[in-house]
T-cell receptor, first 115, second 112 residues
Framework: GAGVSQSPSNKVTEKGKDVELRCDPI?????LYWYRQSLGQGLEFLIY????????KSGLPSDRFSAERTGGSVSTLTIQRTQQEDSAVYLC?????????????FGPGTRLTVT | KQEVTQIPAALSVPEGENLVLNCSFT??????LQWFRQDPGKGLTSLLL?????REQTSGRLNASLDKSSGRSTLYIAASQPGDSATYLC???????????FGTGTRLKVLA
């Protein structure tokens, strides 16, 4: 079956522009996660959704970052007024929450470069 | 606050060796522990998930163990191959939350 997909795979943008990154989770997965990975660094948690609500937004670096999820499916991460330090790979994962098993499945990521 | 540590940070071994990667976590109240592999420039691939009630899981040449009480997990790779070269990450969600905490990873290089 289809895995987690993300688009675009690569995005180059000028400093100050807004960008939208999209994540399509595995069908039926109730939880959706966004992470950021800067070059040579570990995974930085940004936000996760349970259904359409976000119980934990603690990882969003600033108010320039926002995310939404609609219909319990697709999610969009928006970065406004991009800065060079926003350059990173943005990874999305989804998980089915049930029976005490919360296995995460990751998408291929979106590589964002801010020039 | 849950913290996850992986040792060693990097490892280089000749092909054919058996090796052990370590993961430790500070809060034992976890639902499960998951091991991932990440190839350069790629997303994460799930290798094994161990539920909190289990002590180990096996998949092919990989075996992962979990000791909740001591806050440790090990990933054993048998008969390593150059294709095993990647970064290996472990992650745990805390009980009461679905937020995953990741270790910083072990960068493995298997030499032909």
């Amino acid at each position: 079956g289809a895995g987690v997909s993300q688009s675009p795979s690569n995005k180059v943008t000028e400093k100050g522009k807004d960008v939208e990154l999209r994540c399509d989770p595995i069908s039926g997965h109730t939880a959706l996660y966004w992470y950021r990975q800067s070059l040579g660094q570990g995974l930085e948690f940004l936000i996760y959704f349970q259904g359409n609500s976000a119980p934990d937004k603690s990882g969003l670096p600033s108010d320039r970052f926002s995310a939404e999820r609609t219909g319990g499916s697709v999610s969009t991460l928006t970065i406004q007024r991009t800065q060079q330090e926003d350059s990173a790979v943005y990874l999305c994962a989804s998980s089915f929450l049930g029976q005490g098993i919360y296995e995460q499945y990751f998408g291929p990521g979106t590589r964002l470069t801010v020039t | 606050k849950q913290e996850v540590t992986q040792i060693p940070a990097a490892l280089s071994v000749p092909e054919g060796e058996n090796l052990v990667l370590n993961c430790s976590f500070t809060d034992s109240a976890i639902y499960n522990l998951q091991w991932f592999r990440q190839d350069p420039g790629k997303g994460l691939t799930s290798l094994l998930l161990i539920q909190s009630s289990q002590r180990e899981q096996t998949s092919g040449r990989l075996n992962a163990s979990l000791d909740k009480s001591s806050g440790r997990s090990t990933l054993y790779i048998a008969a390593s191959q150059p294709g095993d070269s990647a970064t290996y990450l472990c992650a745990v969600p805390n009980s009461g939350t679905y937020k995953y905490i990741f270790g910083t990873g072990t960068r493995l290089k298997v030499l032909a």
